[in-house]
C-alpha cells in the first residue's frame, strides 16, 4: 500500500476532527469561545503550579481522556479513565529519565496507532474502490478492473468537495457503480450527494441511492444531468409541509411507481407532495397512492 494513500487517510482524520470544531463554532460561537479561554486559563494555572515534566504528563492524560469522551460520547468513563490518569501521575515521582521513558513510550505507541489507523483506512478505501471497479467492468478482467478502479480515483481526487471525507466518497462511487449510473455522471452525483446529505442530515451513502434513484427516474424525460433531474425532487421537498425525513421516507415507500414508469416524474412528485400534506403515514404513501390510481 503506497505511502501516498496512508498520509492522505491521516489528512482525512484530522480534516475531521478540523471539521468539527468549525461545525462547533457554527452551531454556538460563544460556547466555543468560551471553552477555549478555558482551556488557555487552565493550561496557565497549570504550568504555574506544578513542574514542567508534570505539566506535559496531565496534559497527555487529559488529551487521552477527550479523546476517549469523543470516541465514546461516554461521560462516565472519560472521566473514570481522566481519574486514573490523574492519580497514576501524581502518585509517581517523576525524574527526568522517568519522563523521558514515558514521552518515548507514549509518542511509539501513538505513532503505531496512528499508522495503524490510517493503513486501515486506505485499505477500507482501496477494497470498495476495488468491488466499484468490478462492478463497471465486470469481475473476470483484471486489467479492465484495474483500469476502472484508476478512473473512479480520478473521479474522488478531483472532487473538492468540503462536506464528505475520503471514505464517504468511495462508498458514494460505489453505489453509483452498483447502481449502473452512466460514469459521466459521476462527479455532478457525488456533488449532489455531498450537498444533500449535510442539508438532510442523512448518511451519504443513504443519499447516493436517492440520487440513483432520481436519476434513473428521468432517464426518460431526457434528463441528461443530474443537477436538473434533483432539481424537480428539491424543490418538491422545500415546498412539502413536513420534515425532511417524512419526505424521504414517504418517497422510499412509493419509489417503485416512479422507477416502474408508472407515474410520471411530474405526476408522481406532485401525488407525494398531496399524499403526505393530507397526513398519510410516511410509509403508506405507496400503498396509498396505489389505492387512489386504482379509484380512478
Known sequence: ?????????????????????????????????????????????????????????????????????????????????????????????????????????????????????????????????????????????????????????????AYKGFLIGGKDKAEVISVLAFRRIDERLFPAALSAVDTLSTALQLEPVAIANLVCDITRAFETAEAVDVTGSLQAFISTLQETAVPPPDFIKGFQSSRYLLLSRRLSPETYFAALQESLESGVAPDRVGEYLEGRDREV
Not at 505511502?3 to 460556547?31: D, E
Not at 487521552?64 to 509517581?92: F, H, M, Q, R
Not at 522517568?98 to 489507523?117: G, K, M, Q
Open 1 to 157: 500500500m503506497s505511502g501516498k494513500r496512508i498520509a492522505q487517510s491521516t489528512q482525512q482524520v484530522l480534516w475531521s476532527l478540523r471539521a468539527v470544531v468549525k461545525a462547533s463554532y457554527n452551531l454556538a460561537p460563544a460556547a466555543v469561545v468560551v471553552m477555549v479561554l478555558v482551556a488557555a486559563l487552565v493550561v496557565v494555572v497549570t504550568v504555574w503550579s506544578t513542574p514542567l515534566m508534570m505539566t506535559v504528563v496531565l496534559f497527555i492524560v487529559l488529551s487521552i481522556a477527550i479523546l476517549l469522551y469523543i470516541s465514546t460520547w461516554n461521560y462516565g468513563e472519560a472521566a473514570l479513565a481522566l481519574a486514573a490518569g490523574l492519580l497514576t501521575v501524581y502518585s509517581v515521582t517523576w525524574t527526568p529519565r522517568r519522563f523521558i521513558a514515558f514521552i518515548a513510550v507514549w509518542l511509539t505507541f501513538s505513532s503505531v496507532a496512528l499508522l495503524a489507523s490510517s493503513i486501515k483506512v486506505a485499505a477500507d478505501v482501496e477494497a470498495i474502490f476495488l468491488a466499484a471497479a468490478g462492478a463497471l467492468a465486470g469481475h473476470s478482467d483484471a486489467a479492465a478492473i484495474k483500469a476502472a478502479e484508476r478512473r473512479l480515483r480520478r473521479v474522488a481526487d
